[in-house]
């Protein structure tokens, strides 16, 4: 397999703190011999656990971002045992057009692992992490929201695995973050994610969804600036006492938690949320928007459970996902 283009203008190896580029030449119309710099901070201190936190792997997504740059700018390296790397815009051509897939290839770099050294600039960005990057964490911290299309209860996650001992420490990591609620999480499509690749590796890794509309609110910023703080110190990285609070305890047991339209329409909710829902209960009603004087089509809730996750505009297309439920774990 080629090498892959990319190079860092940071030393991974060396002690202190580096502010520095990924840079992935790219040649195109306004710049033949240009480049992607993808922003990087390194903070190290001898030996140690390595955190790999990262925030935009889609770009309209906000909150991890906000905690990103300012822990990049904030952290000393004196405060740290081992080393942190700190990506807050991973995917930045999607970042910089505020969109959740690339405008240089179209390609969801959520969904382009392992990559290919060789392929489109999301290809190579993922080849990088997947080479270069991963292998060089113990902890791997993804934060991510709604983005443009969807609003969830803010939520720190870990996944279902194989290994129980793996397993311990995601879910440890995901309880140390500390969101308002923390959810055992089901993917719809987990093929190509940034989470698989980590997880495969053997990695302890923690994602977040922590609010939507394509923005972020103060609550919602906070919580990640919070979260990555606990977590490295959770880790050793860090040395201090956690900030807390109680967090709701949610799993996603089945697929039926996603419900999906197979209409589009004008969206019209009766649930918010963070509501309690019983097995039918109407989740919301599809009004037709190329017709008047026809009944609206209903959705109703295939399982009892809370709305964690809606969709966000407020028409939708055939195959939208409308809502998410979980299950309270007691």
């Given at each position: 397999?080629r090498?892959n283009p990319i190079s860092?203008?940071?030393?991974?190896e060396?002690?202190?703190?580096?502010?520095?580029?990924?840079?992935l030449?790219?040649?195109r119309?306004d710049?033949a011999?240009?480049?992607?710099?993808?922003p990087?901070?390194q903070?190290?201190?001898g030996d140690?656990?390595?955190a790999?936190?990262?925030?935009?792997?889609?770009?309209?997504?906000?909150?991890g971002?906000?905690?990103?740059?300012?822990?990049?700018?904030?952290?000393?390296?004196k405060d740290?045992?081992?080393?942190?790397?700190i990506?807050?815009?991973?995917n930045?051509?999607?970042?910089?057009a505020?969109?959740?897939?690339?405008p240089?290839?179209g390609v969801?770099m959520?969904?382009s692992f392992p990559?290919r050294p060789d392929?489109t600039p999301?290809?190579?960005?993922?080849?990088y992490?997947?080479r270069?990057?991963?292998p060089l964490a113990d902890v791997?911290?993804?934060f991510h929201?709604?983005?443009k299309?969807?609003?969830?209860l803010?939520?720190a996650?870990?996944h279902?695995l194989d290994d129980p001992?793996?397993?311990?420490?995601?879910?440890?990591?995901r309880d140390?973050f500390?969101?308002p609620?923390?959810?055992?999480?089901?993917?719809?499509?987990?093929?190509?994610m940034?989470?698989?690749?980590a997880e495969?590796?053997?990695?302890?890794?923690v994602?977040?969804e922590?609010g939507?509309?394509?923005t972020?609110?103060?609550?919602?910023?906070?919580i990640?600036r919070?979260?990555?703080?606990?977590?490295?110190?959770h880790?050793?990285?860090?040395?201090?006492?956690?900030?807390t609070?109680p967090?709701?305890m949610?799993?996603q047991?089945d697929?039926r938690?996603f419900h999906?339209?197979?209409?589009?329409?004008?969206?019209?909710?009766n649930?918010?949320?963070?509501?309690?829902?019983?097995e039918?209960d109407?989740i919301?009603?599809?009004?037709?928007s190329?017709?008047?004087?026809?009944?609206?089509?209903?959705i109703?809730?295939?399982m009892g459970?809370?709305?964690?996750a809606?969709?966000?505009?407020g028409?939708?297309?055939p195959?939208?996902c409308?809502?998410v439920?979980?299950?309270?774990?007691?």
């Amino acid at each position: 397999m080629r090498d892959n283009p990319i190079s860092a203008t940071i030393d991974f190896e060396c002690d202190g703190v580096q502010h520095g580029y990924l840079r992935l030449p790219y040649s195109r119309n306004d710049s033949a011999w240009g480049a992607i710099q993808i922003p990087v901070t390194q903070v190290k201190n001898g030996d140690g656990p390595s955190a790999l936190l990262t925030g935009g792997n889609h770009g309209d997504e906000y909150e991890g971002p906000l905690a990103l740059v300012e822990l990049a700018q904030t952290l000393e390296a004196k405060d740290v045992t081992g080393r942190v790397i700190i990506l807050p815009f991973m995917n930045h051509p999607a970042f910089m057009a505020g969109t959740r897939v690339s405008p240089l290839d179209g390609v969801n770099m959520n969904r382009s692992f392992p990559g290919r050294p060789d392929g489109t600039p999301t290809q190579k960005i993922a080849d990088y992490f997947q080479r270069v990057l991963l292998p060089l964490a113990d902890v791997v911290l993804d934060f991510h929201s709604g983005g443009k299309t969807l609003d969830f209860l803010p939520f720190a996650a870990c996944h279902t695995l194989d290994d129980p001992d793996q397993q311990a420490r995601c879910r440890a990591a995901r309880d140390a973050f500390n969101a308002p609620f923390s959810v055992e999480m089901r993917e719809i499509d987990a093929l190509g994610m940034y989470d698989d690749a980590a997880e495969t590796m053997g990695k302890t890794f923690v994602t977040t969804e922590l609010g939507g509309g394509g923005t972020a609110t103060p609550e919602t910023a906070q919580i990640a600036r919070k979260g990555v703080r606990n977590l490295l110190i959770h880790t050793g990285i860090l040395q201090g006492q956690p900030v807390t609070a109680p967090s709701r305890m949610l799993s996603q047991d089945d697929d039926r938690c996603f419900h999906v339209t197979n209409h589009g329409g004008l969206v019209d909710f009766n649930v918010t949320l963070g509501d309690t829902l019983a097995e039918g209960d109407l989740i919301a009603r599809l009004w037709d928007s190329q017709h008047t004087g026809l009944p609206p089509r209903e959705i109703r809730a295939q399982m009892g459970g809370i709305v964690i996750a809606r969709h966000h505009p407020g028409l939708a297309q055939p195959g939208d996902c409308l809502a998410v439920l979980a299950t309270e774990l007691t």
